[in-house]
């Protein structure tokens, strides 16, 4: 029966991670992008939360909770309204665990998963982006190919989250055409980190360039079965950080457009800016729907490719929209660092660019 | 729980009217466009006995009462339904949606504001006998949105009203007062100095000496329905026809108040008749693209989507993000809450997304899409009028700004 309730468990755990965003992660999202560095202090705050732990079983030493991406997606939106850059880092390992939980063997998930449930942070990071124009998910570059009953893998990746700190990074690769997951451990040989990314946006979070050259691995690091449904999850974890970024600069420019005066009112009062914020509001309530839909057919076991990615390219194009707005309210303001919308503006931007980089 | 899945129930009812639409409307869709002004006088007398009369409307906000004592554990899905309903009739045909025997916006006044003698008297008539409608009249040549402009006028004279006025693009306003014997709520000033309070609504009931069609507009789209204009002249009507308290002063929660709550109800049956008309667009350019073996890759990066795969892909998403907004505009009158907010929003995106996604439909079409041998252009004739009664997609911008900003409507205007 349709309804738009969030049933307890799911309010309890958005609210959990909204006060955190707003009272942990806000705070220091200017001095994460400006120093372009994530405090560790923020990092284990939020590993505490149990984001990555909840969702394994309690033999692997997690929490033993589920995996549904409709509670992600409310978790996302949070995490993304507090700030991208911390929310991309603190969720990271999940690029790790959840291709694991998915698709791996008894065997993967005993030898990866303890490690992602101690009491502090691990990182874990996934290699799919690759840098070139017209970079598909379906047709990657990097190559898996077989040798002497082993893998060779090939290539070139980029923005690869937190790529020298990782415990373990999932390459994404084509074998025989096919894109494939394996899971590559950090001391690898074959596999190195060129040099963190310097990037328009999300400036805090340590991205990197990977190279893989003559990258040997066993077999038995291949993750079996199809990785369509950890995309659809990236699609619908980025919509929702989307809508949460979104929030964030709707906010600041409505609250800045009640208290500016101009010409004797409020600017908030004069249509030209009133109709801007409204239709601001409109697209992010939209956009989160969508996104909540294609949660809830993924989490019904259903091929949910179709509305992710809907989700996934609309809420791009309105994150880019609604802070383009936000910025555009403040006017000059809105220029300056001082005020957060710029940054928003900047990380908007992102979501058009962004495949995989986080995980609902 | 969140859940987008609709009940076994609504599924059944969905199917059902699905093959009404598809059976029944669409072949005489065409006819009833190019002949204006002409009644598809059988399809409305099946409609009649089929549906008894009742509004195809979900009803509004239901009381604890209701909500509780419907005899059932489970919660109304009554408006979420009428969404459902309405998609499926407009995307048969939104004019001949339009056209069917019913209370209409004219009985949810009545239901909304009226006293329980006004609901028999009013209302009872649509349980029975030949096919009825109701209306309601608020426009008038000199204003449209800015409704607390109202020039009619409704002077007390003993026993009766006697209204005094012109009001244009009444939607089945001739079929209510001279082709069934049906009625029209009047809005009316009984004091134009008081401004809004003044405003009153009015039943007049067909075959009021003084009232008069005349005129029934020719139009763009939803042909098939009928845009009427009534003058009253001397009109006099009982005085215990006045929704609500007469009086100007006092807290007014039903007369004025009472009509515009109805609007909530309103603003996301009209979005959910875009939503349908928009479907049958979508529906069509789908099987026209798949027939000539164009495919569409939805995960496809933007540089290998052909521009045709990107428009069709930004078409469904915006259909879709409408027909959700209008799913929780409804979800939420099921559950009681207040959704001034929620039905603006809705309203205003899915009369602008169908009004586009419409156009690029016959856009994509081309030469066959122009054409009218096929009923394209006539979708995004019908598509446009969504964007523009009960609330142009402005004034319910206006509306959503108003409500986010916490401003009233003397500080945004």
């Known amino acids: ?360 | 729980m969140i859940d987008f899945e609709m009940s076994e129930d609504m599924k059944g009812m969905r199917d059902m009217i699905n093959q009404v639409a598809e059976g029944t409307m669409r072949p005489i869709s065409r006819q009833y466009d190019e002949e204006e002004h002409t009644d598809p006088v059988d399809w409305q007398k099946m409609m009649w006995d089929v549906s008894k009369g009742t509004s195809v409307f979900g009803g509004g906000p239901q009381d604890k009462k209701e909500r509780s004592g419907n005899g059932s554990s489970k919660p109304s899905e009554r408006n979420v339904g009428a969404t459902v309903t309405i998609e499926e009739l407009s995307w048969g045909d939104a004019g001949l949606y339009l056209s069917i025997p019913n209370p209409g916006l004219g009985g949810a006044a009545v239901s909304a504001a009226g006293t329980p003698d006004q609901k028999k008297r009013f209302l009872e008539r649509f349980g029975s006998g030949e096919p009825k409608w109701a209306a309601m009249a608020i426009t008038e040549p000199g204003f449209g949105s800015d409704s607390a402009a109202v020039a009619t006028t409704a002077v007390r004279d003993g026993d009766h009203w006697v209204l005094n006025g012109t009001k244009i693009f009444c939607t089945s306003g001739h079929r209510a007062l001279e082709k069934s014997e049906g009625f029209v709520v009047v809005w009316a000033t009984v004091d134009k100095s008081a401004g809004r309070a003044g405003i009153k609504a009015f039943v007049v009931d067909h075959g009021t000496p003084g009232v008069t069609v005349t005129k029934v507009e020719d139009k763009l789209g939803i042909r098939c329905s009928d845009t009427a204009a009534i003058v009253l002249e001397d009109a006099r009507i009982p005085l215990d026809n006045v929704l609500g308290d007469p009086e100007v002063k006092g807290p007014d929660k039903k007369g004025f108040k009472g009509a515009m709550a109805t609007f909530d109800a309103t603003r996301p049956a009209v979005a959910a008749s875009a939503i349908g008309i928009g479907r049958a667009a979508v529906d069509f350019v789908r099987d026209e693209l798949a027939k000539a073996g164009v495919e569409i890759h939805y995960d496809r990066p933007v540089m290998k989507q052909s521009a045709l795969e990107r428009d069709f892909m930004e078409m469904e998403a915006n259909l879709q993000a409408a027909r959700l907004l209008t799913w929780r505009a409804a979800w939420m009158m099921d559950r009681g809450m207040q959704n001034n907010l929620e039905a603006s929003m809705c309203k205003s995106k899915a009369g602008l997304a169908v009004t586009q996604v419409t156009q690029k439909a016959v856009e994509i079409l081309g030469p066959l899409g122009y054409s009218r041998k096929i009923l394209l252009e006539k979708w995004m004739r019908d598509a446009k009028i969504n964007d523009i009664f009960e609330g142009t997609q402005q004034i319910n911008l206006l509306i959503v700004a108003r409500r986010i900003l916490d401003y009233s409507s003397k500080e945004l205007n």
Not at chain 1, 154 to 172: I, N
Request: with cysteine; glycine share 8%; charged share 25%.
């Open chain 1, 1 to 360: 029966m349709i309804s738009f309730e969030p049933n307890e468990d799911q309010r309890m755990m958005r609210d959990t991670v909204a006060s955190f965003a707003i009272n942990q992660v806000r705070p220091i999202a200017r001095d994460a992008d400006e120093s372009c560095q994530i405090p560790d202090s923020i990092v284990q705050q939020a590993w505490e939360l149990g984001l990555i732990q909840s969702a394994i079983p309690e033999e692997h030493g997690g929490y033993g909770g589920d995996r549904s991406a409709v509670t992600s997606a409310l978790v996302c939106e949070e995490l993304g309204y507090g700030d991208l850059s911390i929310a991309l880092h603190v969720l990271a390992p999940r690029l790790v665990t959840y291709p694991v939980l998915e698709l791996g063997s008894d065997e993967q998930k005993n030898e990866v998963l303890p490690a992602y449930c101690g009491d502090s942070f691990v990182a874990g990071t996934a290699a799919l982006m690759e840098p070139a124009m017209g970079f598909d998910v379906n047709q990657l570059s990097v190559t898996a190919s077989r040798q002497n009953g082993d893998y060779v893998l090939d290539g070139a990746k980029c923005y690869v989250p937190l790529g020298p700190d990782a415990r373990h990074t999932v390459v994404y690769a084509a074998e025989d055409g096919e894109t494939k997951a394996f899971l590559v451990g950090s001391d690898t040989p074959g596999l190195a980190v060129v040099e963190r990314e310097k990037i328009m946006g999300i400036k805090g979070l340590a991205t990197y360039e990977l190279k893989l050259d003559n990258c040997k691995i066993p077999a038995s690091a291949r993750l079996e079965g199809d990785v369509k449904p950890i995309f659809n999850r990236s699609r619908i974890a980025l919509a929702s950080l989307a809508v949460g970024v979104a929030r964030a600069a709707f906010e600041y420019a409505r609250d800045y457009a009640k208290d500016r005066h101009a010409f004797g009112v409020p600017i908030a009062q004069k249509q030209a800016i009133a109709f801007m914020l409204a239709e601001m509001a409109i697209e992010i309530d939209a956009t989160r729907l969508l996104a909540w839909e294609a949660a809830w057919k993924l989490d019904r076991g259903e091929d949910a490719t179709r509305e992710s990615c809907l989700a996934k390219n609309y809420a791009a194009d309105m994150v880019l929209k609604v802070t383009d707005n936000a910025v555009q309210v403040l006017g000059g303001h809105g220029y300056i660092r001082d005020h957060m919308v710029e940054l928003w503006l900047r990380n908007g931007r992102g979501f058009a660019t962004f495949e995989g980089l986080a995980l609902a």
